[in-house]
């Protein structure tokens, strides 16, 4: 990319980047040429600078789906770099634009559920409700990756939208996305047993589709996995009893 067209990404400035196609018309077509590639978009994307975005977006509309060398689109990039108003209007503007998959498969709506950011996961599925049931490249949907990491408020949008779902495919949709087993044949139940997360566990089994006698790869069931932590934990003396953080009963055994 030249130099300059960079910088006019970074600060924003329209009327440089309008400069430097009079100067050469060619020069966004030379950057779509390309198969992997950080263009302006990216480069806006990274700043926070809305305005030189949507002009780009109107002069190069497949800008916004181009991944980079390291596999991110420019939302991706935004959202890693937390900005989060560029965030919010770019899924307003193009709420399929959530979806775009990079490396490893990970979404930009996958990258929200990672970093727990439950506002704007919650706007994505408004914008694209579809998100829900994309998956990475180890067949991980949201839900797995909110698990993984801990982010129960996540989990708790994600679990409250599916349950809400009120299309005519719904059960169908609510079923594929809470029992989906991921490339070690895992459902998202299964990895938050294996985490001793009881909180997660109890907000799952509150989903009225969840396959609670569903095995994993290992043969094992959600309570299997949490008898054998607990089994592992009453060995090093914790005596973990089977309740939740706050002390409730989960009620496993239903």
């Given amino acids: 990319m ?6 006019a990404a970074e600060s924003g400035s329209i009327d440089e980047l309008y400069a430097l196609i ?3 018309p060619y020069i966004l077509e030379n950057i779509e040429a390309v198969p ?4 302006p978009l990216h480069v806006a994307a990274a700043s926070g600078n809305l305005p030189f975005a949507k002009e780009i977006m109107n002069l190069k509309p497949s800008f916004a789906r181009k991944l980079n060398a390291g596999g991110y689109s420019p939302l991706h990039l935004a959202v890693n770099m937390d900005q989060d108003e560029f965030v919010c209007r770019m899924i307003w503007l193009d709420g399929h634009l959530a979806r775009v998959k990079g490396r490893n498969g990970i979404t930009p709506f996958h990258l929200l559920a990672i ?4 506002d704007l996961v919650a706007r994505c599925l408004r914008k694209s409700p579809e998100c829900i049931e994309d998956e990475s490249v180890d067949r991980q949907n949201a839900l797995h990756l909110a698990v993984i990491h801990n982010r129960f408020e996540v989990l708790q949008v994600l679990t409250g939208w599916i349950q809400r779902m009120t299309q005519r495919d719904a059960d169908s949709i609510q079923s594929r996305v809470l029992n989906k087993v991921d490339i070690d044949y895992n459902m998202p139940l299964h990895l938050a047993a294996s985490k001793n997360d009881r909180q997660a566990v109890k907000l799952l089994l509150e989903c009225r589709l969840v396959k609670r006698n569903e095995v994993n790869g290992d043969g094992l069931t959600f309570l299997d996995i949490l008898r054998n932590q607990e089994q592992r934990e009453e ?3 914790a005596g973990l009893r089977s309740q939740g953080p706050g002390g409730e009963d989960l009620d496993l055994e239903q």
């Fill in 2 to 7: 030249d130099p300059r067209l960079e910088q």
């Fill in 22 to 24: 009079d100067e050469n």
């Fill in 36 to 39: 992997f590639v950080t263009t």
């Fill in 115 to 118: 970093k727990g950011d439950a």
């Fill in 235 to 237: 060995e090093g003396g």
